[in-house]
């Protein structure tokens, strides 16, 4: 079965970088897009980047460009979330979600969230 | 990009039906089918409900419907049962220069 597992949560420095990684399995790895969606304590979801894992070709919200990379690792069917230079805005959990087969703009398989606290 | 508009919280009861609404602009919900719905129960990660607006996902119960008038697509549950409650999110492909995907700001469906 479909299955996307996130590494463990993390407390960052004001000003440091985290990188998150997000597992597949149970499918091909380079035939479905993975986005990355955030959500603050108590708030709503963010949609923040997306790429594609078999070219590595990436797309990201205004609002990260210039903080946020995504990567891919084939060999591993992992993708990465690296976000730079944090601030306390940036704690939240982050998500790492599959496009459906059937629907390029719908989420059909969700990581866990990985919870990153940045605090000094 | 500013968040689709979403009513904060709806309610009902047992058996009842509720609708959300989720409001774009005709860069997003306007122009493009591309308007899905996802349930978050507290502590758990975001369910795909409805896809390309009115569409269910196999597995989802056909208590949940989902529609499109305008800048405005709707997410109805009927026959309203205890574990619908939950955080409710549309979201929508969108042609701003400044994201790709923009989400709601979140339906709290309360059972009575």
């Known amino acids: 079965q479909v299955q996307l597992v996130q590494s463990g949560a993390g407390v960052k420095k004001p000003g440091a970088s985290v990188k998150v990684s997000c597992k597949a399995s149970?499918?091909?790895?380079?035939?479905?897009?993975m986005h990355w969606v955030r959500q603050a304590p108590g708030q709503g979801l963010e949609w923040m980047g997306i790429?594609?894992?078999?070219?590595?070709?990436?797309t990201y919200a205004q609002k990260f460009q210039g903080r946020v990379t995504l990567t891919r690792d084939t060999s591993t069917s992992t993708v990465y979330m690296d976000l730079s230079s944090l601030t306390s805005d940036d704690t939240a959990l982050y998500y790492c979600?599959?496009?459906?087969?059937?629907?390029?703009?719908?989420?059909?398989?969700w990581g866990q969230g990985t919870l990153v606290t940045v605090s000094s | 990009q500013s968040a689709l508009t979403q009513p904060p919280s709806v309610s009902g009861s047992p058996g009842q039906s509720v609708t959300i609404s989720c409001t774009g602009t005709s860069s997003d919900v306007g122009n493009y089918n591309r308007v899905s719905w996802y349930q978050q129960p507290p502590g758990t990660a975001p369910k795909l409900i409805i896809y390309e607006v009115s569409n269910r996902p196999s597995g989802v119960p056909d208590r949940f419907s989902g529609s499109k008038s305008g800048n405005t697509a709707s997410l109805t549950i009927s026959g309203l049962q205890a574990e619908d409650e939950a955080d409710y999110y549309c979201s929508s492909y969108t042609t701003s220069s400044t994201s790709l995907y923009v989400f709601g700001t979140a339906t709290k469906v309360t059972v009575l």
């Open positions: 979600a599959r496009a459906a087969s059937y629907s390029d703009s719908a989420f059909d398989h």
């Open positions: 149970g499918f091909t790895f380079t035939t479905y897009f």
């Open positions: 790429i594609n894992p078999s070219s590595g070709g990436t």
